[in-house]
């Protein structure tokens, strides 16, 4: 009695099918997190040792969700094919080519589930190889952070899309030949004019690819470098495949094509040894010779005392129109950024304090009005 109720046909299929579709997909479902945990873990065993330093939830967290959608796949594939009906109807006809006669074709809504089905399969495992590509950076970013090898942390960023790049470009053909059957040797060859467009159109990609190879090849630069192309300045952040970006000093993203980074003047200020201060003070017109000679030889006195300043030069500049001006001139070695601050505000108070120690007093704009003597 049982084995008759499960042989009964509704729509084209057994109850026994109906049944053993449910249960592949609930089973599926209740098992899919499980499975690729379980899955994560047995290949984080080949990079146990290339990742000591990484928790290895690093790597499932990374894994899981292509996991779980190629088990998903996997299971509404097998579910499915345990109904006939409707994957045997025919959806629609198409004309095959063989030995120069066109066969008409039929097509069922099977064989179309199956090429979808392969085409979502070839998607999930090209992205979890696309996730190992991401894991493996992690750790050879975590590797590069602890040297004190600046380049590294340039290098491996622009690796990582250039390999994600390859195994896009894999794929992309993967997929054509897999699941469109299309040759791709022939459909490279037989491009033509079409060919000659795309390749104009990738010209300016291709441009930005060689100057990214140029600058891993001169270094110009290295991240962390604070530097200034065609008046844009900011630090070094990442160099890409296509692009570096910058974060200029008011945290601004500025995004610059590897291209203008080579061509355009190039300013790398990190690897400058000084930096460079120069600017006047106006004092008013009161102030004496004597005082102003005392004046110069004081700053320059305390400028020549700091061990971080050198080529100092303190000379009495011009004659403004509310001020004696003196120029002060020295350089700063180049140290962290907010250290040099430091020491030119140490400069500018000690500045103050000498000009009124001596009996001047900064000077501003003003007039004075002269008035006409009465006969």
Known sequence: ????????VIWGNTVKA???????ILLGLILKRFVSRRLSQLLFRLFKKFAEEVKIDTFIALLLKPFEFFITLATLYLAINQ????????????????????????????????KTFLFLIILSFFWIILR????????FTYKAIKSENKADDQLVPFLKELFKFVIYFIGFFVLLGYVFEVNALSLITGLGIGGIAIALAAKETLENLIASFTIFIDKPFTVGDLVKVDGVEGTIEKVGFRSTVLRSTDKTTIIIPNRAMIDGVLENMTRRNFRRVKFNIGITYETDSEMIKKIIAEIGSFLAQNTQITDTSVTFDSFAD??????????????????????????????????????????????????????
């Open 1 to 8: 009695m049982d084995n008759q109720f499960f042989e009964q």
């Open 18 to 24: 109906y049944c053993l579709f449910g249960g592949i």
């Open 83 to 114: 109904l006939k009906h409707p994957l045997e109807v025919v959806v629609f006809h198409f004309n095959k080519q063989v030995n120069n006669v066109k066969i008409l074709q039929p097509f069922t809504l099977g064989e179309l589930l199956d």
């Open 132 to 139: 190992i590509i991401d894991f493996v950076a992690h750790v």
């Open 322 to 375: 509310s001020a004696l001006n003196i120029q002060i001139l020295y350089l700063v070695e180049n140290i962290e950024y907010n250290n040099y601050l430091k020491i030119k505000e140490e400069v500018n108070f000690k500045i103050i304090e000498i000009v009124g120690k001596n009996g001047s007093e900064f000077a501003y704009p003003t007039q004075r009005t002269v008035g006409e003597k009465k006969s």
